[in-house]
């Protein structure tokens, strides 16, 4: 692992943060799992939650077991693998079958980690439950999203073989009541991860390393590898991690905020579970780093705001660095991290962890907890109960319409004229994904990013909830949000549940916004109908208009 950096004037406030950290043994005392360096959180709950740093140690003797069943389901002729989660137990899993692919006779993994009723349905068409082996994964075993598509998927293979336990596992904390579902409900192997690591440090532990192997990634040398620098270290020694860590923690500080990420080629996915770690664990307490992730290159001068950070494979470095050298040149603090090999993906993951957790004690949060998550799963259930009862008649929500150009535009203007120097647009689609619509709101981005001139991020509803939702409602009131909810082209009951997959992406999409206008943010919902991409296409000529209009005030 090579970690190179160029910060210009914020090199000097980084050498002093590692010499004070050296002259503390910071290192020394993170291995320790010393609360103490995070003084601004609850000490018996940081305790709780290091287990990320022992993880080598503690998963090292389940290994076998993790092998043993991807040799099992492989010789039994499973051909496909459905991962059903959120967040932290979905995007390491989605990043290890995005790098390493599928190895030669082993089954392909997918994530299903969306309740928008096409999404669902585009999974069950291309499975066949007798050749399909679910992962059921949560953390806590309570989590809505993943238990309503646990509860459908059981349905649908209960109809199709006689045995449904056994095209079933579960991954969770012990004791979980989805640990004691799949013990009632006969599950073919139930992995209890370690209690002590959190969702978005689990990458390296059951949630990670089980998907992984089933896919064919020899996951005893990700977790050797992952841990070999930290192990090496001593004294005053600081690893990548440590030394990212007090980069960006103050760089942050001195408002480069926005961590903007580009990645090669065969570790393009890997930012998405960054932009996790980052949101989660530093929006809170109105502070936080803001990840800018898969943003289309933009050719304009950035705001003083940004440091861009790359991440590479050996060999494919050059096209990241080109880019960092011009971003440099223009006067922004860069960064590039370069891996050896495929296999430090793992060491790139703890090192990354660590930068984090290290960069919260400049920072002073606590890196561990996510209050605000919490906020918006309670509103959801609250908006699901009037969406039921009362099929969709929920007030105070004030949405806009394709069909509607003049109240669109007069809304659109308002919500754009808020901008202001720092901000950034969270685009919000409670969408299903298709490459269709993802290129036009990638299109979008890039027309944003042009007429208002901010950062801009992209998340799907209802995952983005469990990645940088923290960031939205505890960071900083730096956020301009545009919600995009649609019709889906054809519902599906959740069995036994007494509500739809339409309802319950329905139901988090009003609870964000109920939580996001509630601290003030600035928020514009806008209902795309069933169009598809084609609706999207609209919008986006919706915003140009309104961006034509203002040009044109200017000029006269």
Known sequence: MILRSDLGPY?????????????????????????????NAPSTEVDERLGWLSLKRTMGPRIDGIIDLAREVREEGITNI????????????????????????????TVLDSTHPDAVGEVRRSVDPRTTLFIVSSKSGTTIETMSLYRYFWKE?????NEPGKQFIAVTDPSTPLARLAAEKGFRRVFEAPPDVGGRYSALSDFGLVPAALIGVDVRSLLETAFKTWEAGSGSYHNDGLTLGASLGELTMSGRDKITILASASVRAFPIW???????????????????????????????????????????????????????EAGHPTIHMIMEDMIE???????????????????????????????TKNMA?????????????????????????????VAIDEWSSQARQGDYVSIQAYLAYTPEKHEELQQLREDLMSS??????????????????????????????LQLVDYPNNNIPVPGAGYTFGELTQAEAL???????DRGRRVLRIDLGDDGAESISRLRKDFEAVAGQRRAKVIV
Request: proline share 6%; with cysteine.
């Open 274 to 328: 960054v932009e996790q770690l980052i949101a989660e664990s530093t929006g809170k307490s109105g502070r936080g780093m803001v990840p800018i992730v898969g943003e289309p290159i933009h050719q304009d001068a950035y705001p003083p705001d940004r440091t861009f950070v790359g991440i590479s494979l050996d060999g494919e470095e050059r096209a990241v660095q080109d880019r960092i050298d011009k971003m440099n």
């Open 381 to 409: 259930r609250r908006m699901m109960s009037t969406i039921t009862s009362d099929r969709g008649a929920v007030k105070n929500v004030e949405t806009f319409y394709p069909d509607e150009p003049n109240r669109m535009w």
């Open 511 to 517: 609870g964000d916004y109920a939580v996001l206008t």
């Open 345 to 375: 993906l793992g060491m790139a993951m703890f090192e990354w962890e660590l930068a984090i957790a290290s960069a919260a004690t400049i920072m002073g949060i606590d890196p561990f907890d996510q209050p605000d998550v919490q906020d």
């Open 82 to 109: 459905v991962l059903l989660g959120m967040g932290g137990s979905s995007l390491a899993p989605c990043v290890f079958r995005r790098t390493f692919g599928v190895a030669d006779g082993h089954p392909d993994l």
């Open 452 to 481: 208002i001139g901010v950062a801009t991020t992209l998340g799907y509803g209802p995952r983005f909830l469990h990645s940088t939702g923290q960031l939205h409602k505890g960071g900083p009131n730096t956020g301009l949000f």
């Open 157 to 161: 293979t209960e109809m199709t073989v």
């Open 11 to 39: 090199q000097s406030k980084v050498d002093a943060r590692v010499d004070q950290w050296n002259s503390i043994g910071f290192s020394e005392r993170l291995k320790r799992n010393d609360t103490t360096l995070w003084p």
